[in-house]
């Protein structure tokens, strides 16, 4: 059974003070790693997908990073307005995304 | 509409009553998803719809759990008999393409089972 493992499962950052979220996937055949946006109330927001080891996608301060295990979410310098929960999905085969847990990210001013 | 379109926002429903979740997917998207996030827990799959292939059920968590498609558009998602553990948001979402997971999700319908 496919599993999506987030840590931390809270992060707490001083404005511009970089850091990593982590998802470790267990995932037999692995046909995409997703990562989204969740505002509180709000659906999940698309951020990226990576395919294969080795690949990296940016958007703004964000960095989505891949390893055959588990893949990273980099914000560099983050902003107040980059406070969300950050959640990572998996796809085998042609099966449903399965999510993990998700990381609550807070960015203080 | 532009977006994924959930209703209602919010149900609140007494314990063993029926409710009805509608979700008005992205024109055009073929493929239609149920998901349904409790607190403090990841998103779960329920139901998958993909035009006109036989849907993808093996989410739900019991047979109270039913949903339909109707004209390859809009979706109910109908809850029998609802206990308390159903309580959570109930997330639609579509897709243009075929096995893709780039999610279009609507903002849910948020129930409460008192």
């Known amino acids: 059974e496919d599993q999506v493992t987030q840590s931390p499962e809270a992060l707490r950052l001083q404005e511009g003070e970089s850091s990593s979220l982590n998802c470790s996937y267990t995932?037999?055949?692995?046909?995409?790693l997703f990562w989204y946006r969740q505002d509180p109330g709000k659906g999940p927001e698309f951020l990226f997908t990576l395919y294969s080891a080795g690949e990296e996608k940016e958007k703004e301060r964000l960095k989505a990073t891949l390893t055959k295990k588990e893949s990273f979410l980099h914000i560099t310098a983050p902003k107040p307005e980059d406070s969300a929960t950050y959640l990572c999905?998996?796809?085998?085969?042609?099966?449903?995304?399965?999510f993990g847990k998700g990381t609550r990210l807070s960015v203080i001013a | 509409g532009a977006g994924v379109s959930q209703s209602p926002s919010n149900k609140v429903t007494e314990k063993g009553k029926d409710v009805e979740l509608r979700c008005d997917p992205i024109?055009?998207?073929?493929?239609l998803y149920w998901y349904r996030q409790s607190l403090g827990q990841g998103l779960e799959f329920l139901i998958y719809?993909?035009?006109?292939?036989?849907?993808?059920k093996s989410g739900l968590p019991s047979d109270r759990f039913s949903a339909e498609r109707t004209g390859g558009s809009v979706s109910t998602l109908t809850i029998q008999r609802t206990q308390q553990e159903d309580s959570a948001v109930y997330l639609c979402?579509?897709?243009?393409?075929?096995?893709?997971?780039?999610?279009?999700f609507g903002e849910g319908s948020r129930l409460t089972v008192l």
């Open positions: 024109s055009g998207h073929t493929a």
């Open positions: 719809f993909q035009g006109n292939s036989a849907p993808d």
């Open positions: 979402a579509s897709s243009g393409q075929e096995n893709t997971g780039e999610l279009f």
């Open positions: 999905a998996s796809r085998s085969g042609n099966t449903p995304l399965v």
């Open positions: 995932v037999s055949g692995l046909r995409g």
